[in-house]
């Protein structure tokens, strides 16, 4: 399985980005997708996921109402749409893959990374 991560780059606070993770190898569209990021200085942090599927998805509480996760299986294209950025989101975004429909917030459940697309927000 490998990732393939996009879209990141530089935003005024109040804007918005897409990234996108395109997904190649032993793909099912019934395995969990998903996003972390690591600030500078920060540990690694659970942003969002999405089950397999589609059916269900999930967020942290600082992006909720705010970033949308989504997947196109047809394409084995996931994407996070990030809304009303501030500059506490700049950071690596990481997508991330694991075998299983149902997705989680603990980074150890996942079995693929991709290498990480920056997101710098500036006020």
């Known amino acids: 399985v490998q990732l393939q991560a996009s879209g990141g780059g530089l935003v005024q606070a109040g804007g918005s980005l897409r990234l996108s993770c395109a997904a190649s190898g032993r793909i099912f569209s019934s395995n969990a997708m998903g996003w972390f990021r690591q600030a500078p200085g920060k540990e690694r942090e659970f942003v969002a996921a999405?089950?397999?599927?589609?059916?269900?998805?999930y967020y942290a509480a600082s992006v909720k109402d705010r970033f949308t996760i989504s997947r196109d299986n047809t394409k084995n294209t996931m994407y996070l749409q990030m809304n009303s950025l501030k500059s506490e989101d700049t950071a690596v975004y990481y997508c991330?893959?694991?075998?299983?429909?149902?997705?989680?917030?603990?980074?150890?459940?996942?079995?693929?990374w991709g290498q990480g697309t920056l997101v710098t927000v500036s006020s």
């Open positions: 991330v893959f694991r075998f299983g429909s149902t997705p989680g917030d603990r980074s150890r459940i996942w079995g693929y």
């Open positions: 999405i089950s397999g599927g589609g059916s269900a998805t």
